[in-house]
């Protein structure tokens, strides 16, 4: 009988004592399954991988399984043996890295070993162990059977170490799928001799009805693999395009099931299967299925029909992330952008749970891209990664000092290679769906497009009133690479200027640093006790916003424009105005001074530095005191006071000794 010599390797069961020993008893079978039991030994007999077995300690019973040919194949319930072997911790590969890692060659093999699991043999001691019956006798296994819990760990031990040197090379091996791949087709030959020396060698035999030698694409591990890239493996996207419309729990169970095995390839998989779960909540075996799950039944039918071509990454190449958070899933993908063109990799999806329903929008926004750190952990530890973000994502994790959670997320993100740049005008399909990153559903008041019209007591602009005195601002910020600063001038009715910079130590907008510089001018122009002020600045948002023209399309503008409304009510009137710049340079020419480094600045002009933004304001927790159980104790402990009623008294002292 050949197979693989022990003295390379056999499978041992180490059983633990801690477990009792169970023999089965025998289960009836109707004459039909009996004759294809009887057929099947007999040949396993004749070939030498069972044997006759005498007063095993262990006894499984034999199941005959209908094969898809109408066949039948007898199986063995080593149920009760599988619970006293301990579990083999023998890492298995990851599949999707040996997929990335097996796209793009020119030429590939695929091999599968011929009943792989039965061309290991048993330890001696543990072959009884594996006894069975049928309606003939006992009989044990010579050879490693299928059915054993450490089985796939011992043969992955074995190619491991039989194809040692090759496998991450010209070869990939899963358990008992290998595969011989070619960057180029005049190696492949070569590359396939070596394989079948070391196959000669170690005596291992393939199976010829499912090896295919020498193509440009072919099935791996459920994905179909070529030089393009990979693809969802065609079974599978038919499965669900020819799906008739669930009409119980169980349809919509197999739905969702065969979804889950094609998130890779599914863009926000999660949203997309929302309308199922809310049908499989009420768990009846009935279900209604409504108006929502057929539009999302239909429309998962259309994009599987046109499923995308993954990429694979090129070593040290950098790699690009979109996010996405909706109401019920955060999603992302990873693209790469090879040509200017955005070819996806990976798409991500995750369903919110519980307490991450009730996240802030930019935590929900974090926890997307931890998700995906988590679950791409492989790609972002061999590649750079830019984050693409219109959110202050950055400022959030890099000062995550108000939340733990944030805290723990920040250090979790901090071993790898992450930046966060703005997002790009959007090209390619592949990112079709994380145009808007955070969705309506998701937006609280103050991340909304929201126009000055509704902010609360909104200061209205009086007619400023020339008979009293009116004071002149003039402020401008800058933003460049040397820094960030702004700068005001302040007149007074009199005449008389006052200048006054601002240098700050994070980073701003060109929009943000002119908002500082009036905020800065506000609170001046107050501390000085000015009734009346006329404001000019050279940005048309800043004059439009205030003046509610213009909308504070984001939760930085929507915040700064409220400061300034709340500034703006301390003054009995005020008139805010866009001049050109060259009408502003003044304050212009001082603000790039005060964005450069401080030495340049040469006049003396007081020059404040702010650590940190005008809206980021201290918080402060309402704290009122009510009774509570310890009241009572309190009260007698302090002053010796008792209720009236004398139970309720004695009960007092009582608790209180």
Not at 372 to 396: D, E
Request: charged content about 25%; glycine content about 6%; some cysteine.
């Amino acid at each position: 009988m050949p197979g693989i010599a022990p003295d390379v390797i056999s499978h041992k069961l180490t059983i633990s004592s801690a477990y009792k020993l169970v023999r089965q008893k025998r289960r009836s079978y109707d004459a039909e399954r009996y004759e294809a039991m009887r057929t099947e030994v007999e040949k396993l007999q004749t070939i030498g991988f069972i044997r006759e077995a005498t007063y095993p300690v262990w006894l499984a019973n034999s199941v005959m399984v209908r094969k898809s040919t109408g066949g039948w194949r007898m199986c063995q319930d080593y149920t009760d043996l599988n619970k006293a072997c301990p579990k083999d911790s023998f890492p298995l590969p990851r599949i999707d890295q040996l997929v990335d890692a097996t796209a793009g060659h020119e030429l590939l093999s695929f091999m599968d070993a011929y009943s792989g699991y039965n061309q290991i043999f048993m330890h001696p001691p543990d072959s009884e162990h594996t006894a069975f019956i049928t309606d003939k006798g006992l009989y044990c296994y010579n050879v490693m059977p299928f059915g054993l819990k450490n089985a796939g760990a011992t043969y992955q031990r074995l190619v491991n170490k039989i194809f040692a040197g090759y496998i991450g090379n010209i070869m990939e091996v899963y358990v008992d799928d290998m595969l011989v791949k070619s960057r180029t087709a005049e190696d492949h030959l070569q590359n396939l001799s070596i394989m079948f020396g070391i196959l000669k060698d170690y005596r291992m035999r393939l199976n010829p009805k499912k090896c295919a030698f020498g193509v440009s694409s072919g099935k791996f591990l459920g994905f179909m693999i070529s030089q393009r890239g990979i693809e969802a493996k065609p079974e599978k996207i038919k499965a669900i395009i020819d799906m008739e419309r669930p009409k119980t729990t169980k349809d919509i169970q197999s739905l969702t099931g065969r979804v889950a095995a094609l998130t890779r390839f599914i863009s926000k998989a999660t949203d997309k299967c929302v309308p199922f779960f809310k049908a499989l909540k009420w768990g009846k075996r009935d279900i209604t299925w409504t108006a929502e799950c057929d539009n999302a039944f239909q429309a998962l039918k259309n994009y599987m029909s046109k499923a995308p071509l993954l990429s694979k990454p090129l070593p040290g190449e950098i790699l690009y992330l979109y996010l996405s958070v909706s109401g019920t899933a955060v999603s992302s993908v990873l693209i790469r952008k090879p040509e200017k063109a955005e070819l996806p990799i990976f798409y991500v999806s995750k369903a919110l749970q519980s307490a991450e329903l009730r996240y802030p929008p930019l935590e929900q926004l974090a926890l997307a891209l931890v998700v995906s750190a988590r679950r791409l952990r492989p790609y972002f530890q061999a590649h750079g990664i830019k984050v693409l973000t219109n959110q202050p994502l950055r400022q959030v994790l890099q000062k995550p000092e108000i939340s733990g959670r944030l805290i723990k997320w920040a250090i979790e993100l901090g071993e790898f290679d992450i930046q966060f740049v703005p997002r790009p005008a959007e090209k390619g399909q592949a990112v079709a769906d994380f145009i808007s990153e955070l969705t309506p559903a998701t937006v609280q008041p103050t991340s909304e497009a929201i126009t000055e019209k509704i902010l609360p007591d909104q200061p209205g602009a009086e007619r400023l009133d020339t008979s009293t005195p009116v004071w002149g601002l003039h402020v401008d910020g800058s933003a460049n690479q040397q820094g960030c600063g702004a700068v005001l001038v302040l007149t007074t009715p009199d005449g008389q200027k006052i200048e006054y910079a601002l240098r700050f130590d994070f980073r701003t907008s060109n929009n943000e640093a002119e908002y500082e510089a009036l905020l800065a001018g506000l609170r001046l122009a107050k501390s000085m006790n000015a009734k009346q002020i006329r404001i000019r600045s050279d940005s048309q948002l800043i004059e439009n916003q205030v003046t509610a023209d213009f909308a504070a399309k984001d939760a930085s503008m929507y915040a700064y424009l409220s400061t300034a409304h709340q500034l703006l009510r301390s003054f009995q009137a005020y008139e805010i105005k866009q001049i050109p710049r060259g009408e502003n340079s003044h304050a212009d020419a001082l603000a790039r001074l005060a964005s450069a480094i401080n030495d340049k600045v040469g006049r003396k002009v007081p020059v404040e530095i702010l650590a940190q933004p005008s809206t980021v304001t201290s918080e402060a927790c309402a704290v009122r005191y009510e009774d509570t159980w310890m009241s009572p104790i309190y009260l007698y402990l302090t002053n010796g006071t008792l209720p009236e009623d004398k139970a309720q008294a004695r009960k007092l002292r009582y608790r209180s000794a």
